[in-house]
């Protein structure tokens, strides 16, 4: 059973286990900082498919596969698969377990839509709905740039605070078994400060990452200390800062172990201004290196607490706020 | 705790309660055959707002608001809302939520969206992650046509197999007090036939609403005459028709308990075609009348299983099958 500790985290009695996890990513995420700890590397960004969607797609796939493989299990042993991405109705998504044949749930909360699938699986599997479940998140560049933003082609400048969306995707395997369990959860709720500017997703995400972050401080009488890492999404070099600064507000010095997906995926000469962004991004990141490591005994204790920014182009256009959300789980090593 | 039933089906010792819901609808529905059993009606389908997607948010808030008064509370005890909607990136569930201050988990299943929130939220409660929640969907006319078909302004002519996008939102209020009770939950998978006419949703979803429901008679050893209302939505006549011949062929005769929101939203002289469609449509059905009459005895089981159409006007375009789904909850009053 799942207790309730503090005003809002969620605590397992036996929390789920991640028995195995996955990396997919495309040339630019290849050739970054992160290289050596992705399980595949595209050549082609398109995956020989004949559109970017069904590129993000096949990526998506690609990680969930990997991450079976190496369980040793295939599709029909999952009780579901809970995925998300950015795409106008998740397309990606589903096109890329829709063969599976497995229960499906979409889950959609940005580009924490990883932390979320994570946290609802584990309270899925605590009630014994669930039993083993893959979680799954993915982004590509080309699809989420001509959705959001300009035409491919156009080749648009860009400003200093905007970031890159990564053409990646990761999945985990959660169940019984594994070295690594998920002890907390945490549901995330929306903050808006309204910020307007569509190019500025860190300023949009940090006043929600910091939210989340604090009350789980609080709710278990924690210190930033007592984790090895505090791991965002994707609120890059803009975002960081800003979440750092609102921190100390809180009474919490964050910056010695505070990481960012966005700001850890890419190196300063790839060009992507204010770090990574997009589903994908933490879901590569986490699925990549970070639970690598973790399992190699270099991190005890994490806390994943990735953001998202709850817009649409609409929204953008109609002059509403982009509201930030932060949702997160506790990983022990 | 939970148990699974059969192959699937999620069966809970002490399932939550639904302990108030509300519908709020727009001027069309309000004009229907179920027009007494909504609890708002719009006078003017733009509720006052500057755009058609503000004004969605604004039904589903509403919905929200009214079903939240009802069981006498506010935003602040409830442990999280899981919503969704048709709209890109779900902007009018976010936007309908932002200021409440709660936990937001953003879910997706199309038309089934209302069936999916319920089942993650029953499967939450059972685990003690969540002691009450809401699920609430939407949708709306005039932001669905324009962003999935044609501008308003265009008027262009529909096929017979077509349906109506619902101006329509639910939202029931979930927890441990009500005298409707969730019994089952089943997560649905995606079942693609290669539908590739996104003119006729009920033709690509029928085959996943026979799976869903021919899977929990099987697991639940039960008959469709176990229940006094079999519920799905949004099927409309072509949909509904072919539901029940591939429920023959499975071998159950679902034709006497067998109700389709989209079929029960309008008469036949509205206009819309083959029935009603939109996430808010089988959210209104089941939080204005159906609900509304289980309380007052008139049924006492009934299997709500309702369907999405897992496409996006990008996916169609790029001659991708539209696959269904269908999540579904067991109610007993």
Redesign the interface.
């Known amino acids: 059973?799942?207790?309730?500790v503090g005003s809002?985290t969620?605590a397992f009695t036996d929390g789920p286990k991640i028995s195995s996890f996955a990396a997919a990513v495309g040339k630019k995420e290849g050739e970054g900082p992160l290289s050596t700890k992705f399980d595949f590397i595209a050549e082609d960004d398109k995956m020989n498919k004949?559109?970017w969607?069904?590129a993000e797609s096949a990526l998506q796939s690609k990680a969930i596969t990997l991450a079976l493989e190496k369980s040793h299990i295939k599709h029909k042993d999952l009780?579901?698969i809970l995925a998300?991405d950015?795409?106008?109705?998740?397309?990606s998504s589903?096109?890329a377990?829709?063969?599976?044949?497995?229960?499906?749930?979409?889950?959609?909360?940005?580009c924490c839509t990883m932390a979320?699938a994570l946290a609802?699986g584990a309270?899925?599997y605590?009630?014994?709905?669930?039993?083993r479940f893959a979680a799954s998140a993915s982004s590509h560049f080309c699809s989420a740039e001509r959705?959001y933003r300009f035409p491919l082609s156009y080749g648009g400048q860009r400003t200093p605070t905007a970031q890159w969306t990564a053409t990646a995707a990761g999945a985990a395997i959660v169940g019984d078994t594994g070295s690594i369990k998920i002890t907390h959860?945490f549901?995330?709720?929306?903050v808006?400060m309204d910020i307007k500017d569509a190019a500025n997703m860190g300023a949009a995400m940090a006043p929600a990452a910091c939210h989340t972050i604090a009350t789980m401080l609080q709710d278990l009488d924690a210190q930033p200390s007592d984790f090895d890492m505090i791991l965002t999404g994707d609120l890059g070099n803009v975002g960081s800062e800003l979440l750092a600064t609102l921190c100390d507000l809180e009474g919490y010095n964050i910056r010695t172990v505070h990481r960012d997906c966005g700001m850890l995926l890419y190196s300063k000469d790839q060009d992507v201004h204010a770090g990574g962004s997009g589903c994908g991004c933490c879901a590569s990141v986490l699925c990549g290196p970070v639970l690598r490591e973790m399992e190699q005994g270099k991190y005890k204790r994490i806390l994943f607490a990735p953001n998202g920014a709850?817009?649409?182009?609409?929204?953008v256009q109609?002059g509403?706020?982009i509201?930030g959300?932060s949702?997160a789980v506790i990983l022990e090593g």
């Open positions: 059973m799942a207790t309730r809002r969620i004949d559109t969607e069904q009780d579901a998300g950015l795409l106008n109705q998740c397309i589903f096109m377990s829709v063969e599976s044949n497995v229960p499906y749930l979409g889950v959609y909360g940005a979320e609802i309270c899925m605590d009630s014994g709905a669930l039993r959705q959860a549901l995330g709720q929306m808006d709850l817009m649409s182009p609409t929204s109609q509403q706020g509201a959300i949702h």
